[in-house]
């Protein structure tokens, strides 16, 4: 991640804290759309222009899974159902490879709704 210049970023609750333990230069946290145990965490990644989502990468679930235990992206988001709606609302983005992750980075910041559930 820092390689690729990210040091904020929204992920899914267990994603997120295991990448805030394993680098502590990395502030990653739940959407306000997850349960969120960090407020200061919380806080710096809202305050970041443009922090990255991150997500399971679709040819590496199995990967991602063993290593935090779930293959929902924050939000309970697929990374295809976060890009469609980036798409619907017309906001640019890049998406950077991250290995077992791929980083979905809007060009602003956005507030996507809860999903609705089945």
């Known amino acids: ?18 990448l805030d333990f394993l680098d502590p230069g990395l502030s990653v946290s739940p959407t306000p759309l997850d349960p969120v145990r960090s407020s200061s965490l919380a806080e710096a990644v809202a305050r970041s222009p443009h922090p990255a989502w991150l997500f399971s990468a ?4 199995d990967g991602a899974n063993r290593a935090f235990g779930d293959e929902q992206g924050p939000g309970a988001y697929s ?3 976060f890009t469609d ?14 290995g077992i992750l791929d980083a979905v980075i809007p060009d602003r910041t956005v507030h996507p709704p809860p999903i609705p559930l089945p």
């Open 58 to 61: 679709p040819s590496h679930l």
């Open 85 to 98: 709606y980036l798409d619907h609302q017309g906001v640019p983005y890049r998406v950077v490879h991250l």
């Open 79 to 81: 990374e295809l159902a």
């Open 1 to 18: 991640m820092r390689a690729a210049g990210i040091r904020t970023a929204y992920a899914d609750y267990w994603t997120a804290y295991s």
